[in-house]
């Protein structure tokens, strides 16, 4: 079997022409050597570009209108994040709690609310109807001075995200990448492992999406259950430093008790590999750039990059997938390309898009702007 990532350009640019006359199904499957090729399962059809919460560069994180412009700007693939709340239903929102840097509080979900102000709480603490009332639109964040606002937008639940996709994207094209949130530090600050993996897979089942769905985490314990629970899903191991961080003695919480210097090395990298190829992962989904790294470009001083060539080569090896995280930068783009990677995920679809056409990787359309501006007044409640 031949990895994806070793299939060449060649064979993209031929699968993406006999996409353009396959259509509408819009599915193409390599030959039987391909192994699901750029993006999702058998649909190898489009270098897979991630747009990283719906495209943070460019709208306002892990909102219908982020996900509405990740579909305009032609991202391969929709990345976005899962929390449950205390009543128990999956909503899209990144953090374990509220934070006035993203969120105003407009009032509270009924009289006399002891909860309220909701603001500074945690997602786990807060009922749907509570997190509901909270407009998670209006602020644009530090660090990302292009991000379009849509004040008056509130928190998702991933049922009205596939609702919206069924209205945006009905051939089911666009692919998604879904994380559970879960705290492997804390216990009490998010909840446990099987609740989100039973409530992310009843929500994948029931969109009729999930051959386009992957599912990912840095907690493994939840990549373990999923695949426990359905092994066709396919899976995604997250890691960066802090995560793969161990003690002689203690494995990372992260890891559903795996202990990386366990594995055959000689280097972290592919210890990692190995790793996430234990627990049957698709992909590993490492950091581009080490946390520590005080450098931000590997053209420039103190750059420290995680991802290394030698993880690359050995999750290749394994059949193992890399997509790597956040890249927003095309040296870093470049670096990662050099080492033959299967997708990047980015705040700048649109930017890493750009660049892929230059390479003639094919890349997937854009959506129309009306028919999805139309879609998103509809699923906003404007309509
Ligand atoms: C917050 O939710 C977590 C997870 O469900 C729970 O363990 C914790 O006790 C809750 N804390 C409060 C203050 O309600
Ligand atoms: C979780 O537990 C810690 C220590 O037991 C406590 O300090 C913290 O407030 C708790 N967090 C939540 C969200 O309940």
């Not at 095309?330 to 230059?358: C, F, H």
């Amino acid at each position: 079997m031949i990895p994806p990532s070793a299939v060449s350009v060649f064979a993209f640019v031929a699968a993406h022409a006999r996409a353009l006359f396959a259509l509408p199904a819009q599915e193409v499957v390599l030959g039987a050597s391909g192994s699901g090729g750029a993006a999702g399962h058998g649909r190898a059809l489009f270098f897979d570009i991630q747009a990283h919460r719906g495209g943070r560069g460019n709208t306002v994180e892990n909102t219908l209108p982020g996900f509405a412009w990740g579909l305009i700007n032609g991202a391969t693939t929709l990345e976005l994040d899962n929390g449950i709340t205390k009543d128990g239903v999956v909503v899209v929102w990144h953090d374990e709690n509220i934070t006035p840097q993203k969120c105003i509080d407009t009032g509270p979900a009924f009289p006399d609310d002891p909860d309220y102000p909701y603001v500074g709480k945690f997602v786990a603490n807060l009922t749907l109807a509570q997190l509901k009332t909270l407009d998670c639109g209006s602020k644009r964040q530090l660090g990302y001075p292009h991000q379009l606002t849509f004040p008056h937008t509130p928190i998702s639940t991933l049922k009205e995200l596939f609702s919206f996709l069924e209205c945006a994207d009905p051939q089911h094209r666009v692919l998604l990448n879904i994380e559970s949130k879960v705290d492997a530090n804390w216990d009490n600050r998010t909840r446990d492992p099987l609740t989100f993996v039973e409530k992310q897979y009843e929500a994948f089942k029931d969109s009729g999406r999930m051959d386009a769905i992957t599912y990912q985490s840095f907690d493994w314990r939840t990549l373990v259950a999923m695949k426990s629970l359905d092994p066709t899903v396919m899976t995604s191991a997250l890691i960066d430093d802090e995560t793969a961080a161990e003690t002689e003695t203690e494995p990372s919480p992260w890891l559903a008790g795996l202990k990386l210097s366990s594995f055959p090395g000689p280097t972290l990298g592919e210890q990692i590999a190995q790793a996430a190829h234990s627990i049957r992962a698709d992909i590993i989904s490492p950091a581009a750039t080490a946390l520590r790294s005080r450098g931000v470009d590997p053209e420039g001083e103190a750059y420290e990059g995680f991802v290394t060539r030698e993880m690359v080569e050995e999750a290749r090896r394994l059949g193992v997938r890399v997509k790597p995280w956040t890249v927003n930068r095309l040296n870093v783009v470049e670096r990662m390309m050099n080492w033959k990677v299967d997708g990047i995920i980015t705040d700048y679809p649109d930017v890493v898009r750009r660049w892929a056409s230059q390479q003639n990787l094919p890349v997937a359309p854009r959506y129309p702007k009306q028919r999805v501006f139309s879609c998103l007044d509809r699923y906003m409640g404007r309509r």
